[in-house]
């Protein structure tokens, strides 16, 4: 088997609401859905049960949600129930809860459209709840609210790569791209699109964790969207649009799971 190291972890994000704002982490527990705590959380509009993206919907940008579940991943008892805990702070930076009647009624009067909050659930079905969706009188809940598959990476240097094809006239911060992990490629990589030779391979983290199932990250209006101090900048995608088809980066399946940490070396295995 062939090895090559790409770079280190030098970024972990986790996204607990779809949409909104994450945050960083200085480890990451790698389970077969992603990122412990990511994508747990979806807003929908109730009129026609959609799920809400900030494509559609950039002020979801002014949101950031946390998960508060990495202390029942360690095993205190007193906070087992925080798993399902999401934190969702506002621009007034006032904290609401994820699931809460008030949070919908407040996050209804931001958005000004009615929402509600839709959790993705893991428990196996009821007979109950099985028979009403087999009947028709009810809709199974959703796998996931991943666009494609459930961990994204992006490397610095393809980073670098869109700068240099800027001009230097847009700010490609890793932030406006969402990835779960960003590795540091180092100064010494050729330039390009760095992403498109890991396709054919698998990805190991830290020596254990193993990514499978590559496939180039096709991007949307979200990166030209302001968020915190990011102002809008439709130069971002456009330039990604004209020199690759607007694919940044990649998303990957889990193969093997596990704990990950910003410093863990980034191997690419035949």
Known sequence: MHRRQLGIVSALSRYPVKSMRGEALDQALITEHGVAGDR??????????????????PAMLDLRAAWAGDSALAGDPVLADDAARVRIAMPDGEIVEAGTPAAADLLSAYL???????????EPLRPAE??????????????????????HLLASGTLEHLRSLAGGAADFDPRRFRANILVDTGRDTAPGFVEDQWLEGAIEIGGAVRMVGMRPALRCAITTHPQAELPHDPAILRTAWSHHRAYVGLFAAVGTPGTIRIGDAVVLTD
């Open 112 to 122: 000004r459209r009615a929402v509600r909050f839709e959790r993705i659930r893991r």
């Open 40 to 57: 747990e959380w979806a807003l929908c509009e109730t009129t026609y049960g959609g799920v809400m993206s900030a494509r559609a919907w």
């Open 130 to 151: 099985l028979e009403a969706i087999m009947r028709g009188a009810a809709v199974a809940p959703r796998r996931d609210f991943y666009d494609e598959e459930v961990i």
